[in-house]
């Protein structure tokens, strides 16, 4: 059973910086993509960043592009997000997630909120 705990969320003001922890367990992952959704009150869960485990590619939502850097550490099974320059608008719960490349079937973390004051 594909287990993700994230960590590392909190309060931090305006142009401010905290990463995300992570860390994955349960199965290999090789053929898996992990990463990131959020999910601002009253919105739709909205998609964030994503790495695949195997190939490093990485992809970014626009809105978080220049400011926000993902990562995996394949030997510590977990995946980062930096976030740096941080604007009100980041304030959410943000999920990790696991997507198996071949069926599409994901698994979610139980999420971190991140809060960012102005």
């Known amino acids: 059973q594909v287990q993700l705990v994230e960590s590392g969320g909190g309060l931090v003001q305006t142009g401010g910086s905290l990463r995300l922890s992570c860390a994955a367990s349960?199965?290999?992952?090789?053929?898996?993509?992990v990463g990131w959704f959020r999910q601002a009150p009253g919105m739709e869960r909205k998609f964030v960043a994503r790495?695949?485990?195997?190939?490093?590619?990485?992809n970014y939502a626009e809105s978080v592009k220049g400011r926000f850097t993902i990562s995996r550490d394949t030997a510590k099974n977990t995946v980062y997000l930096q976030m740096n320059s941080l604007e009100p608008e980041d304030t959410a719960v943000y999920y990790c997630y696991a997507e198996d490349l071949f069926d599409s079937r994901q698994y979610w973390g139980q999420g971190t909120q991140v809060t960012v004051s102005s």
């Open positions: 349960g199965r290999a992952f090789t053929n898996y993509a």
């Open positions: 790495v695949t485990w195997s190939g490093g590619n990485k």
